[in-house]
């Protein structure tokens, strides 16, 4: 029997890179995942190959920036399975022109809307089911922009990451009375399609160096599994050859 074994797991941006990597993971161990996210084709690709490998999967499409969407499709899980074990909140993005000199206020709105307030909604939609269930885990991915701040992810997917671990902190602290669980997921560098804004590429050698996906739904599923009376309220996960420290190196004290 998997370790997740008859639980429902909603994965978000679960299309491609930590969200795909999660939903599978997750399939293996025998929970069934309803996965989300605005494209349909790469959702359907994915469940696909958790179906083929015996795994259940349903695709749910949504744009997470819009809350009648959102609620949806909480209502759709509620209504189908009777409950939420798991929420893996995970759908973020990026854009190319990110930094001071040449955001626009359309840039800006895209990335605190797909990185924070799509978070919100995801959460604020989740709670009432886990309420009634008498409990659930939350996993948020932020990541260490959401912790350090730097301007290489530029300053409002900082801004917007740091927000996510600040929201995920406040879930435990009013929620904890009803069994629920918050994690804010703080990855360093991994290698996922959200790379491709990077103004600069990146070499194959950088990327392999990275975290890959499997490692992230490694550490999900981990938190995913602890006994209810723990919680792990934030975790960072950053690869052995960190590029900023690298850097950190190459500067004369």
Not at 51 to 57: E, P, Q, R
Not at 213 to 221: E, F, S, T, V
């Amino acid at each position: 029997m998997g370790q997740l074994e008859g639980k429902i797991a909603w994965v978000t941006g679960a299309g491609t890179g930590i969200g795909a990597a999660t939903a599978e993971r997750f399939a293996a161990e025998g929970a069934t995942v309803v996965i989300t996210g605005r494209r349909k084709e790469p959702l359907e690709e994915v469940a696909g190959r958790i179906k083929a490998a015996g795994g259940k999967a349903v695709v749910r499409p949504a744009d997470l920036m819009k809350a009648t969407q959102v609620q949806a499709v909480v209502d759709g899980i509620a209504k189908e399975f009777g409950r939420i074990d798991v929420l893996v909140s995970n759908a973020g993005l990026n854009i190319v022109d990110r930094g001071w000199a040449n955001i626009s206020p359309a840039g800006i709105d895209e990335l605190i809307g797909g990185n924070l307030t799509s978070a919100f909604y995801v959460a604020q939609a989740t709670l009432p089911v886990m309420r009634a269930q008498g409990g659930g885990v939350m996993i948020h991915t932020a990541s260490m922009a959401g912790r350090n701040i730097g301007l290489m992810s530029g300053p409002g997917y900082v801004a917007s990451k740091h927000g996510v671990v600040a929201m995920s902190h406040t879930i435990n602290q009013a929620e904890c009375i009803n069994g629920i669980r918050s994690t804010a997921f703080c990855p360093g560098e991994v290698n996922t399609e959200i790379l491709k804004k990077r103004p600069n590429p990146l070499t194959q050698q950088e990327l392999d160096e990275m975290l890959q996906p499997q490692d992230c739904a490694d550490m999900l599923l981990y938190i995913a599994t602890l006994p209810p009376h723990v919680t792990m309220n934030e975790v960072w996960l950053t690869p052995t050859k960190n590029r900023g420290y690298v850097r950190a190196l190459n500067v004369k004290l």
